[in-house]
């Protein structure tokens, strides 16, 4: 295998630059995030903490990467978040890894209904479902959001740009200000670690 083929300065610069802007960009939306969204993710914390006290759970959606967060993040719940707290595992299943279950959903109900169903068959009256969507305006996801309305499920969204038709569908919104999808995924996996530790915290004790 070849060395690297070294780069121009000017190519050098550029990627160097490309990297900087990428990473303030990356920093200002989590201070946007932090100005704007602080009294929301505070809610989030609220309702799912009553969730589990109340021997409910959390079911997560989204697709793509959002996919990969709603996993991420149930993972953080089921196992753990911080290794100095001990605690037993708190009942979250991401809606997005039985790809037999998706697959099967996509052919027979269309794609649009395969999280829908899932909630149909999993959700219970009570429970928790935190919806993925840097636009808002995932059809799949905001079915779910319906579905879950109509069984007396509490809805989160996790959102991005103006928060699409997803902000009136769900009980709260939180909205990531960006309209770039790479900065709103970024703010979204922030956020869940943020709800998901303090979660853990209160009810479990905080890390001494």
Do not use: W
Not at 63 to 89: C, M, W, Y
Not at 94 to 120: H, Q
Not at 161 to 186: F, T, Y
Request: glycine share 8%; net charge neutral; hydrophobic share 40%.
């Amino acid at each position: 295998m070849g060395l690297p083929m070294t780069l121009s300065i000017d190519k050098k610069l550029s990627r160097n630059k490309f990297i900087s802007d990428s990473l303030r960009e990356s920093s200002d939306t989590k201070l946007r995030i932090l100005q704007q969204c602080s009294p929301d993710i505070s809610k989030a914390v609220d309702i799912i903490i009553n969730a589990f006290n109340n021997k409910k759970k959390v079911l997560l959606c989204g697709n793509g990467g959002s996919a990969a967060d709603a996993q991420h993040l149930a993972t953080e719940f089921v196992i753990r978040l911080s290794p100095l707290i001990k605690r037993p595992g708190l009942p979250a299943i991401a809606l997005t890894t039985d790809s037999s279950m998706l697959t099967a959903g996509a052919n027979d109900l269309g794609y649009d209904n395969v999280f829908t169903r899932s909630i149909e068959a999993l959700g219970n009256e009570g429970d928790v479902i935190i919806g993925i969507s840097t636009s808002g305006n995932s059809n799949s996801v905001n079915n779910a959001f319906k579905k879950a309305r109509e069984m007396k499920l509490a809805t989160i969204g996790f959102l991005g740009k103006n928060g699409g038709k997803s902000k009136d569908l769900v009980d709260l919104a939180i909205i990531v200000p960006s309209d770039d999808a790479q900065r709103i995924q970024e703010g979204h996996i922030t956020i869940g670690h943020i709800i998901f530790q303090e979660v853990e915290q209160e009810m479990f004790g905080e890390v001494k």
